[in-house]
């Protein structure tokens, strides 16, 4: 089932999956689409974002291979690897 809502994630792309629009989707209730994405978000596959609509706070769920922050990561770590014998400290800076 998690491979399932990773694939909708991936299929959303950057603009991302609300719980709503996933529960919807998969045909579950609201609850179960809520244990399933913060299922993915503990194991590091996907990121939840919050966007302001008006009033309200939604949270958007991003496959962590599409969400900006792994793609800085990804590069710096490339860079520390290129560029230095000890890349451990590039890695350590990606994280701050």
Known sequence: MLKQVYDHLDVAGKAGLTIAELARQLG???????????NLCRKGLAVCTLHDKGKAAINKYVSY???V???????????GFISSSSPSSYLYAAFL
């Open 28 to 38: 579950l209730q609201l609850l179960d689409g809520r244990i399933l994405l913060r």
């Open 65 to 67: 291979a599409l969400s």
């Open 69 to 79: 922050n792994s793609i800085v990561i990804i590069i710096v770590i490339i860079i």
